[in-house]
């Protein structure tokens, strides 16, 4: 359990940078240090299913540039532990965590293939997941062409050839297809939702919404904004659901909420048993 005045003080160092700006016309990212950016988007009021607003039902976005930042999969099968996100970023001194994927009643293994280089969290490729992250080629042969990170989509590349060649995989359901037309229906469930996204200029997204929406309804508001997005893989739902950044101004972490279950995702950090994050080059 997270005290609710634990990060006071560095919420407000970071106050300018966080405040919402509210403007749909065009996304308003906020340099957080080079390579990385931030941009917080408020939800209108039919967008949050009802939801009351209580000063954090927005989008968050990092935009992360991998020139400048490395990436990194972290598993408690791997580490021997479930830490929180913010955990995760001070054990292994991480500028940005998201959730890596959903896992098993085990508490331990992904629901999806996830490697990171030689140890196997999972070996199963699910067939109802169609995006792996992938991300460093391995330096040999055919190999050395390939993207540093990218998001391969199951119906479009040659994944079966492609993830063995890569150090980080991992395997989750494609909110899009490469025309970009979403793939979730529209009825569904309403909870929080945490994303990875890749656009047009190879940026990878980490992308947490608190307000409880369907996946579909996430999915539509994120193709109606500038951002580009060519790629797009679903990593959590629910209060587990979670982003944490931690900058030179302080750190934050957003955490989920079920629609039905407004107070107990409030101020609740989850553990996580998988975790994506970013490292300063």
Same mark, same amino acid.
């Given at each position: 359990?997270?005290?609710?005045?634990?990060?006071?003080?560095?919420?407000?160092?970071?106050?300018?940078?966080?405040?919402?700006?509210?403007?749909?016309?065009?996304?308003?990212?906020?340099?957080?240090?080079?390579?990385?950016?931030?941009?917080?988007?408020?939800?209108?009021?039919?967008?949050?299913?009802?939801?009351?607003?209580?000063?954090?039902?927005?989008?968050?976005?990092?935009?992360?540039?991998?020139?400048?930042?490395?990436?990194?999969?972290?598993?408690?099968?791997?580490?021997?532990?479930?830490?929180?996100?913010?955990?995760?970023?001070?054990?292994?001194?991480?500028?940005?965590?998201?959730?890596?994927?959903?896992?098993?009643?085990?508490?331990?293994?992904?629901?999806?293939?996830?490697?990171?280089?030689?140890?196997?969290?999972? %070996?199963?490729?699910?067939?109802?997941?169609? +995006?792996?992250?992938? $991300?460093?080629?391995?330096?040999? #042969?055919?190999? @050395? &062409? !390939?993207?540093?990170?990218?998001?391969?989509?199951?119906?479009?590349?040659?994944?079966?050839?492609?993830?063995?060649?890569?150090?980080?995989?991992?395997?989750?359901?494609?909110?899009?297809?490469?025309?970009?037309?979403?793939?979730?229906?529209?009825?569904?469930?309403?909870?929080?939702?945490?994303?990875?996204?890749?656009?047009?200029?190879?940026?990878?997204?980490?992308?947490?919404?608190?307000?409880?929406?369907?996946?579909?309804?996430?999915? %539509?508001?994120?193709?109606?904004?500038?951002? +580009?997005?060519?790629? $797009?893989?679903?990593?959590?739902? #629910?209060?587990? @659901? &979670? !982003?944490?950044?931690?900058?030179?101004?302080?750190?934050?972490?957003?955490?989920?909420?079920?629609?039905?279950?407004f107070w107990s995702g409030a101020h609740v950090e989850w553990q996580l048993p998988n975790a994506l994050g970013i490292r300063r080059k």
């Amino acid at each position: 359990m997270s005290h609710p005045y634990r990060h006071t003080i560095a919420l407000l160092l970071l106050a300018a940078l966080l405040w919402p700006v509210r403007s749909s016309a065009q996304t308003d990212w906020q340099s957080v240090e080079a390579g990385l950016d931030i941009a917080t988007i408020p939800l209108a009021a039919d967008d949050a299913s009802g939801i009351a607003d209580d000063g954090e039902d927005a989008l968050t976005i990092l935009r992360i540039d991998p020139k400048h930042y490395e990436f990194v999969v972290l598993a408690a099968t791997e580490r021997g532990r479930l830490l929180t996100p913010q955990q995760w970023a001070d054990e292994y001194h991480l500028t940005a965590v998201i959730n890596a994927s959903m896992y098993l009643p085990d508490h331990r293994t992904s629901t999806g293939y996830l490697r990171n280089d030689s140890h196997l969290n999972n %070996d199963y490729v699910n067939k109802r997941f169609g +995006s792996f992250f992938v $991300a460093y080629p391995y330096a040999s #042969g055919a190999s @050395a &062409s !390939l993207p540093e990170v990218t998001i391969l989509d199951r119906q479009a590349d040659d994944w079966e050839n492609l993830i063995g060649r890569y150090r980080i995989v991992v395997q989750n359901f494609r909110m899009i297809n490469v025309a970009g037309t979403p793939l979730w229906p529209e009825q569904g469930e309403a909870f929080s939702i945490a994303a990875v996204a890749m656009d047009a200029a190879g940026n990878i997204l980490f992308i947490h919404c608190r307000p409880p929406l369907t996946v579909r309804q996430f999915t %539509d508001r994120l193709m109606t904004l500038d951002l +580009s997005i060519k790629r $797009a893989m679903y990593v959590e739902g #629910g209060p587990q @659901a &979670s !982003l944490h950044l931690h900058a030179a101004g302080g750190s934050q972490t957003w955490s989920g909420r079920h629609d039905g279950d407004f107070w107990s995702g409030a101020h609740v950090e989850w553990q996580l048993p998988n975790a994506l994050g970013i490292r300063r080059k």
